[in-house]
């Protein structure tokens, strides 16, 4: 006869291993491989450690002169693990150091007594790999999420941009199978987890991410006609925004080239338009750096388009206050953290309809979402929204109401009560095959 299964009430984890081996929570986002992912980290770390729970976050170390751990704050711990050569090691090489860096890991946790950790939650498909090796020696349930996946975003692939490797999918696959619980940031997430990956569905859970809703606010007036005199615009400009990575994947080039439509259909708009361009290279962007500076110049618009570099958290809401719109164009999207922070500045947003985004944005509420990339598509939309200022106004307060449904301290309760949940059923299916 079977024993009865004890039923335990549901405790938060006391200490958990974060896995991020490609990019620190300590990057600045918005260039080279840093991005919502490291926001997300270091938003819910910290979070938990006011909650009571340890979190230690392993990195692979990028340099030589970074100490082997860093506070990112009371409660939390960024520890650099030496994994290959410091410097010069892009995303694509590091599936040959997973090994290396899962030893630097285990090495980490056997200075500790056995139980050390209650859980495993890994980020991106590499974390993953070593998440799953980590979970069976530990005997640890590991939580994954993906952020990112291969197959969704080599079925939307921008012209001549270069598809995931094979190595990618295969891996990403192996996790999916072998997580105990995988987290997708929406319902369209999940569901592509299933389909597309063969994941089992009670072993999904769906916890959108946040923003920092004390840091992004509004202002009033005051506020936006101080942020663009501290970028040096004019009262009566109109400002369209892109804040993220250039590469691709994020299609910047599709705000330049509605921007041309724009100019071409009201020439007398020059005079006071202005469009930021917030971030810096990344990915397959890397290859040609300065290919989005080349497409404005060559579409004629160079002289109302400003680059700028990776801002951090103070100076974007800054720069989310003084802008009109900002535009998120991008062909594949999990979510699209920069669309909700701007609309927590009260600045609607035009989004392509992909991914995550019409979660993030709310059409014709927040926002606008666009079906498709095309020049005049965006023209469109954007001229809706930057050219008329009441309908602008109403956005703006749906997207302070949109955004306000989303916080870092729902997503981080969520995550604690999925951990929860998962460390009860692993430890009630070790006490099942024990009692065969």
Known sequence: MRPQRIVRAARPPKRVCVLSVHTSPLVQPGTGDAGGMNVYIAQTAQRMAQRGVAVEIFTRSTSSDAPPSVELAPGVQVRHVAAGPFEGVSKDDL????????????????????????????????????????????????????????????????????????????????????????????????EQLVDLYGA????????????????????????????????????????????????????????????????????????????LVVGGPSGSGLAQPTALVGLARTLGIDDVVRFLPPQPPEMLAGVYRAADVVAVPSR??????????????????????????????????????VPGHGARQWADA???????????????GGAVRHARAFSWDRTTDALLASYSDVIIESRDMSEDELAV
């Open 95 to 190: 599936p040959s150091q997973l090994c290396a860096f899962a030893a630097g890991v285990l090495r980490a946790e056997a200075r500790h007594e056995p139980g050390f950790y209650d859980v495993v939650h890994s980020h991106y498909w590499l974390s993953g790999q070593v998440g799953w090796l980590v979970r069976d020696r530990w005997g640890v349930p590991l939580v994954h999420s993906a952020h990112t996946l291969a197959k969704v975003k080599n079925a939307t692939l921008a012209d001549g941009d270069i598809p995931e490797p094979r190595v990618r999918v295969i891996g990403e696959e192996q996790v999916v199978a072998k997580a105990d619980r995988l987290v997708g940031n929406t319902v369209a997430e999940t």
């Open 200 to 275: 089992d569905p009670r072993r999904t859970v769906i916890i959108p991410p946040g923003v920092d809703l004390r840091r992004f606010t509004p202002g009033g007036p005051r506020a936006r006609a101080g942020a663009r005199a501290g970028l040096g615009l004019a009262a009566d400009a109109v400002v369209l925004a892109f804040v993220g990575r250039i590469q691709p994947l994020k299609a910047p080039e599709v705000l330049l080239r509605a921007v041309a439509e724009l100019l071409r259909r009201a020439r007398d708009l020059r005079k006071r338009l202005v469009v």
């Open 332 to 369: 594949s999207e999990s979510f699209g953290l920069v669309a909700l922070e701007s609309q927590a500045c009260g600045t609607p947003v035009v989004a392509a309809a992909v991914g995550g985004l019409p979660v993030a944005v709310s059409d014709g509420v927040s926002g606008v979402l």
């Open 382 to 396: 954007l001229a809706s929204v930057a050219l008329r200022p009441r309908h602008r106004a109403r956005l703006s």
